[in-house]
């Protein structure tokens, strides 16, 4: 049962490769043979594009996502057990203020009454802090996975599909068949942008086969092949270019598929501005972006 899953997990990746098979046999076979007349320039920079997207995909495919290391849980309970110290010193003197504001308040009155309005007052601070603790425990992410037995950092996630917590997880991509997270994300960012760029590239060239076989007297299938091909290609380009700067534009505010979506109060609390954003997940080096290294 388990090889069963895993074996069908794999399918949208097997359907990919089909796709990827059949757009460059039909661009290979209509349009590059037809015209080769020697390697020019545009075709190097096609297949040094089509290499460096295989690169990135098998990359994105095979690199683990973001393991949450045992530094890092250690690290986050010591933060934990520090916050909750840091709180409740807060608190006790946040109480004791507020007593002694009470008893100089109401010194003229008689210590009957007095008493209960102290009362009344350490519920309401009681109240106060259960509320107040709530907030802050939501705003240092407190969480356990209880699937994975381990504290949830900052930005962490549970994978139902690959049943692991991964830091900074954007989505799981069935494409892939893998998570896209903080350690392969700069890999998925490549592979989806040399797939932009060749998918944008064919369209325009496939353009005049297009027109060629509409005008033209060709047999039945070769037409039916082109036309779909064409279609499927404008299609699968459109998709993926506002893909890729849907996700330029969650870099440039460095937030997370997930983030988005949750649309939380302090979604933008990571925020370091654009420049800063793109350096802390495409790295230092602007040459080096969009090649599939870490």
Partial sequence: MIFWNRLMSWIPAIILLGILIFIYS?????????????FNLGIVIQHFMILMFLISMLRAMLLEPGAICQELIDET??????????????MTEQRQRRSQRSVKTFKTENDEDRSVVNMDADENLDDD???????????MEKRFCKKCCIPKPLRTHHCSQCRCCWQRMDHHCQWINNCVAK???????????????????????????????????MPDLILFLIVLHYY??????????????FHLYLISQNKTTLEQLEDKPDRLKYNQGVWQNFKSIMGSNILLWFLPIK
């Avoid at 039909?26 to 020697?38: A, L, R, S, T, V």
């Fill in 26 to 38: 039909i661009y290979f076979m209509y349009n590059i043979q037809p015209n080769f007349d020697g």
């Fill in 183 to 217: 350690d392969n994300y700069k890999i998925f960012i490549c592979m989806i942008f040399y797939a932009s760029c060749l998918l944008v590239w064919v369209s325009i060239s496939q353009y005049k086969v297009f027109l060629n076989v509409i005008e033209t007297d």
């Fill in 77 to 90: 309970w010591r933060q934990w057990d520090e916050y909750q110290q840091q709180e409740k010193e807060r």
């Fill in 129 to 139: 802090y259960n509320v107040k603790k709530d907030i802050n425990q939501k705003g």
């Fill in 232 to 245: 499927f290609i404008l299609l699968i380009a459109v998709l993926i270019t506002g893909f890729f700067i």
